[in-house]
């Protein structure tokens, strides 16, 4: 259980770097030719992954027998990432990974408590806490950045 807590805490971590860089790729480039250059990169990089710890699951002719619908979390996740790197022109990164824990674990919660009745007033509550956070931090950062102009 350990080693699977440290790899999250790394994919965290990884994922805030991935935000920042792409972020600058942005400032150079553009929204879209950022995102272009994010997912063209990120091909390579799955296909090279693939290549290596894949072995001899890559089995191309899947991709004609999977149900369609399949193939739209990869739209869900290029626009999740364009809005992503779009919030960060607007805040810094620290209240853009805050709102997007939040807004996972609200999506969480909505499908736990319409697919899997098992969601409970608690999860809600430690939502609305993260959200409470975040707009303190906000009103603090203004704050600090007023007063030392």
Known sequence: MLFYIIIALFLGCVNVLSRSVSFRATQYLGQGNGTLVNYVT???ASAVLLLFFGGSTLHLS??????????????????????????????????????????????????????YQSASWMKLIGIIILGIGVIWDKKVSAQNNSSAD
């Open 42 to 44: 990120g091909t390579i």
């Open 62 to 115: 899947a991709f004609t027998q999977v149900p369609s619908w399949l193939y739209l979390g990869g739209v869900f996740g290029t626009i999740a990432f364009f809005l992503n790197i779009a919030s960060l022109h607007r805040m810094n990164l620290f209240q853009s990974a805050v709102l997007l824990l939040i807004g996972q674990l609200t999506g969480s919660f909505l499908l736990d408590a319409f697919l």
